[in-house]
């Protein structure tokens, strides 16, 4: 069974960094995409960053120059380094992953989510 294991929340003073990991457990092909969203209370859930197999990225408006979104192909791994962190980075961050599963096609996997807090 595919699943996107999370790792790296927590709590941080404004200004400081955090880097989240996101794995991919189980059999797969192939990335397609992989990217973390976050949804802050009583907010919707907003794409941050997202990285495509072949190594592109985009990022929202809001993140552009402090965050970084990165892949270790051979680990099936997304890292999200984060920089000048802002109270209004406060949210739970979900990882999420379009992968190929053997014999299943493309599929759309999410993470547990991970809390960040960042204290001002």
């Known amino acids: 069974q595919v699943q996107l294991v999370e790792s790296g929340g927590g709590l941080v003073q404004a200004g400081g960094s955090l880097r989240l990991s996101c794995a991919v457990s189980?059999?797969?092909?192939?990335?397609?995409?992989m990217g973390w969203h976050r949804q802050a209370p009583g907010k919707q859930r907003e794409l941050v960053a997202v990285?495509?197999?072949?190594?592109?990225?985009n990022y929202a408006d809001s993140v552009k120059g402090r965050f970084t979104i990165s892949r270790d192909g051979a680990k099936n791994t997304v890292y999200l380094q984060m920089k000048s962190l802002q109270a209004e980075d406060t949210a739970v961050y979900y990882c999420?992953?379009?992968?190929?599963?053997?014999?299943?096609?493309?599929?759309?996997?999410w993470g547990q989510g991970t809390q960040v807090t960042v204290s001002s």
């Open positions: 990285i495509s197999g072949g190594g592109s990225t």
């Open positions: 999420n992953g379009n992968l190929l599963i053997p014999g299943r096609g493309y599929r759309d996997y």
């Open positions: 189980g059999s797969i092909v192939s990335i397609f995409s």
